[in-house]
């Protein structure tokens, strides 16, 4: 009876082995063109379609799963998703708490974007986006730092007059300034990251050696060029 | 026009409302259930339960609410992930390493395997739960206050009948307390209304989350591009609650003169004076 127990119990374990494993990735769906929510209510977007390809490569089943901004680490940590491919850019401060791929995109800049030609970005009231990279360097200059969950309220906030400038991500406030006819790039860009990854528990390295090598094949064949410039524009920035 | 109003994350916003009234047809009952087993344990004779329904009582009621739906729902999952893994998994592992949770694959609720559809019934079912939990505490309270408000002296001559406690309780107390309870919980059926949004915190989309995200300015990656919108879909939503609140408003007068008929209190002496 023991030994039929036992042996039943290894066939369950083995069976769970061979089965197909189900990577649930997280993104926040409000960060075009990274990714967003498209008209049929479904997620979309530069991060959607790169995904998708590497979980091909990978040999993974990969589904989609919307996450807050801002608890979208805590959701990863406690194991509600699998990975999280939301233009998380990869920096010291989250490597102590998640590990990251390689970047599927290379570092890239960030600007200003205020009303005004001559809005104060050294010293006057710069918007942003809590917890971004962007945050953290707006934290370390002389302004002073809002801080709006989400990319869009960061430009209402230039707009009714509560903010002097929002700082972020180049690619994902160019839509936005190219489609108003009142907001202007001003300052100087500033280059803060190493990059955007994907992000995965540090105890999961299967997973991300999974996703680095299917990275890496892409950065190899130049596909993952092509998929950057079909999103991103002719002037984007490629891997060499 | 026609076509913007019915692209796909439009429908979802209009089954969110569904999602908002499934919640509230769900949550309304528990939180009753909770809120009467949380006064009969206040009246309990057996110290035990007593101590036990004032400390669900007043605990609940001093916790910040929004603390409570983050505590309550991330607690009770990682509770029951811990509970499955101690049967599915290798009990040698320990569930939480550094500052990560983690369990096996087998014992993920749901299934990282299962459709899309279940994780959002169970997140709606945590989310049912904590509402429960938090409203049936200012319930029990209300109905506590109500059991209190029957006149002592009815409870005596139904004991002088000869009736056990539990019949006292059964035929003389429950009826009774309704017409006394109902101001406090038309009172917290508003607010319950009112506080579904807090949805959101928890990861269901509601009426709140699609508003937020369809009003919100949409740049040219989109295929309706417009600018923030946001005023209009939310003057929606309220059109939405004030017709809840006022629908729900006429519902309890209507319960309130049915239940004042033959009551010794101001509002049914009155329709005894009135009727012919």
């Known amino acids: 009876?023991?030994?039929?127990?036992?042996?039943?119990?290894?066939?369950?374990?083995?069976?769970?082995?061979?089965?197909?494993?189900?990577?649930?990735?997280?993104?926040?769906?409000?960060?075009?063109?990274?990714?967003?929510?498209?008209?049929?209510?479904?997620?979309?977007?530069?991060?959607v379609d790169l995904g998708n390809e590497l979980c091909k490569r990978a040999e993974l089943q990969c589904t989609w799963v919307k996450n807050d901004?801002?608890?979208?680490?805590?959701?990863?940590?406690?194991?509600?998703?699998?990975?999280?491919?939301?233009?998380?850019?990869?920096?010291?401060?989250?490597?102590q708490v998640i590990a990251f791929t390689e970047n599927y995109l290379p570092p890239a800049p960030s600007s200003y974007v205020a009303l005004d030609e001559a809005a104060d970005l050294e010293s006057g009231i710069v918007a942003v986006q809590t917890g971004t990279v962007q945050a953290s360097h707006v934290a370390s200059t002389q302004a002073t730092m809002l801080e709006y969950p989400n990319i869009d309220q960061v430009f209402a906030a230039v707009r009714n007059g509560e903010a002097d400038a929002a700082f972020g991500d180049h690619e994902v406030m160019r839509p936005f300034v190219e489609d108003s006819d009142d907001l202007i790039f001003v300052g100087e860009q500033v280059r803060l990251d190493e990059g955007i990854g994907i992000g995965v528990r540090q105890s999961d390295n299967e997973l991300r050696e999974r996703f680095n090598a299917a990275i890496g094949a892409m950065k190899q064949d130049g596909s993952l060029n092509a998929l950057i410039t079909k999103y991103f524009g002719e002037e984007a920035q490629t891997h060499e | 026009m026609s076509c913007y109003l019915t692209t796909g994350n439009h429908m979802l916003f209009y089954a969110s409302f569904g999602t908002v009234l499934l919640l509230l047809a769900v949550t309304a009952p528990a939180a009753l259930l909770f809120g009467f087993g949380g006064a009969l344990a206040v009246r309990s004779r057996l110290a035990g339960l007593r101590l036990f329904g004032r400390v669900y009582t007043s605990m609940v009621r001093g916790v910040p609410d929004i603390i409570f739906f983050l505590f309550v729902p991330i607690a009770m999952d990682q509770g029951f992930e811990w509970l499955r893994s101690?049967?599915?998994?290798?009990?040698?592992?320990?569930?939480?390493?550094g500052n990560e949770f983690i369990v096996c694959a087998a014992a993920k609720l749901p299934l990282s395997t299962s459709p899309e559809w279940v994780h959002q019934a169970y997140g709606l079912f945590l989310a049912v739960i904590a509402f429960a939990v938090v409203f049936g505490a200012f319930a029990a309270n209300?109905?506590?206050?109500?059991?209190?408000?029957?006149?002592?002296?009815?409870?005596?001559?139904?004991?002088?009948?000869?009736?056990?406690?539990?019949?006292?309780?059964r035929r003389i107390l429950i009826p009774q307390m309704w017409t006394y309870a109902l101001p406090g919980l038309a009172n917290l059926w508003m607010i319950l209304i009112k506080a579904t949004p807090l949805l959101f915190v928890l990861g269901v989309e509601d009426i709140v989350y699609w508003?937020?995200?369809?009003?919100?300015?949409?740049?040219?990656?989109?295929?309706?591009?417009?600018?923030?919108?946001?005023?209009?879909y939310f003057l929606g939503v309220l059109a939405f609650y004030l017709l809840m609140t006022w629908g729900s408003e006429r519902v309890f007068d209507r319960i309130r003169t049915r239940l004042s008929r033959g009551q010794a209190t101001a509002a049914g002496e009155?329709?005894?004076?009135?009727?012919p």
Request: aromatic letters at 8%; a positive charge; hydrophobic letters at 45%.
């Open chain 1, 1 to 47: 009876m023991k030994k039929l127990m036992l042996a039943a119990a290894a066939l369950a374990l083995t069976a769970g082995m061979g089965m197909a494993q189900t990577v649930r990735i997280a993104t926040e769906g409000a960060y075009p063109p990274y990714n967003l929510i498209n008209d049929q209510g479904q997620v979309a977007g530069f991060e």
């Open chain 1, 69 to 95: 901004w801002d608890s979208i680490i805590p959701n990863l940590v406690s194991s509600n998703y699998d990975a999280i491919m939301a233009a998380m850019s990869i920096n010291e401060e989250r490597k």
């Open chain 2, 86 to 97: 101690r049967v599915y998994c290798d009990p040698s592992v320990p569930v939480r390493q």
């Open chain 2, 142 to 169: 209300v109905l506590h206050g109500a059991m209190r408000a029957v006149p002592q002296a009815q409870l005596e001559t139904a004991e002088a009948y000869g009736m056990t406690p539990r019949q006292v309780s």
């Open chain 2, 211 to 232: 508003a937020r995200e369809l009003g919100s300015a949409k740049t040219s990656a989109y295929s309706y591009p417009h600018p923030d919108w946001r005023l209009y």
């Open chain 2, 270 to 275: 009155a329709m005894r004076k009135a009727a």
